[in-house]
């Protein structure tokens, strides 16, 4: 598996990927820099190059890849270059996600991995990973990678978010 910057001629495979989400009921998906909610792909793309170098009051620069295997998109990852007010409280540096038909077969434990590659190449020392208290698939994948509770905080709307840093150091 390796991550892969998503280009014009991942389309039919991105949107693929996209609809398998929405046909098994899931209407956002994290990671996806709003693939879930683009008008169109070229839109997308767009979007995400225009990301990488981006600076808004909520977001910061970050980076989308496709988790790829076997020539099939597994999953997707954004990988935020450094944190802001809001993202060290509401994001973190990674948000991910894996296709509905892949889940429990390890592959968000590899994706993670390599994300915390990607952060290695960008010196961020420490990542911060949350998940959903009721996310227990995904909080395994960020222990399994080393990640320490920091805290948990309610959100606006009562959901309780766990918030994990993990040391990118021993990610090659």
């Known amino acids: 598996m390796n991550l892969t910057f998503p280009t014009a001629e991942h389309k039919t495979a991105a949107l693929d990927f996209r609809q398998e989400f929405f046909n098994h009921g899931e209407e956002r998906f994290d990671g996806s820099a709003m693939l879930f909610d683009a008008p169109s792909y070229a839109f997308w793309l767009e979007a995400i190059q225009a990301a990488q170098t981006r600076v808004h009051e909520r977001y910061v620069p970050s980076s989308t890849y496709f988790a790829i295997d076997n020539e099939k998109i597994i999953g997707i990852v954004d990988i935020r270059h450094y944190l802001n007010d809001y993202l060290i409280n509401e994001g973190g540096h990674i948000g991910y996600s894996v296709r509905p038909t892949e889940r429990r077969k390890g592959y968000a ?29 995904s909080e395994k994948v ?5 990640g320490i509770k920091e ?22």
Request: negative net charge; contains cysteine; glycine residues 6%.
């Open 109 to 137: 434990t590899k994706i993670l991995h390599l994300a915390l590659q990607k952060c290695q190449e960008l010196n961020i020392e420490k990542a911060l990973v949350t998940c959903n208290s009721d996310n227990t698939a």
């Open 142 to 146: 960020i222990i399994k990678n080393g």
């Open 151 to 172: 805290n948990e905080f309610l959100e606006d709307n009562g959901t309780i978010v766990y918030r994990y840093w993990i040391d990118i150091k021993g990610h090659e």
